[in-house]
Nanobody, 119 residues
Framework: QVQLVESGGGLVQAGGSLRLSCAAS????????MGWFRQAPGKEREFVAA????????YYTDSVKGRFTVSGDNAKNTVYLQMNSLKPGDTAVYYC????????????WGQGTQVTVSS
């Protein structure tokens, strides 16, 4: 199994920036893709961004393209989500997740970190 711990959430004004971190431990050698998801109150969890560990290829949902950047540090087993030009609509609990295969459901999840963007 892989254990994931997110950090870096907080309260920021619209237009501001935050950087989330997700530290992985355990069987990190099994990790194929690391992803970020978010869940706003009363809404379903949605995909935000992901990075393929082998070559660093990244994926984003349309609403964050050009504003968010996902990156990873293999040596530290840590993935980051740099969030710029934040909007109130970005307010949510952000979760880090690890997938052991190239497709399908994610296998391990972090506990989440709250991001609140005030207008």
């Amino acid at each position: 199994q892989v254990q994931l711990v997110e950090s870096g959430g907080g309260l920021v004004q619209a237009g501001g920036s935050l950087r989330l971190s997700c530290a992985a431990s355990g069987r990190t050698d099994r990790t194929h893709t690391m992803g970020w998801f978010r869940q706003a109150p009363g809404k379903e969890r949605e995909f935000v961004a992901a990075i393929r560990w082998s070559d660093g290829r990244t994926y984003y949902t349309d609403s964050v393209k050009g504003r968010f950047t996902v990156s990873g540090d293999n040596a530290k087993n840590t993935v980051y989500l740099q969030m710029n030009s934040l909007k109130p609509g970005d307010t949510a609990v952000y979760y880090c997740a690890a997938r052991f295969t190239s497709y399908g459901d994610y296998d391990s999840w972090g506990q989440g970190t709250q991001v609140t963007v005030s207008s």
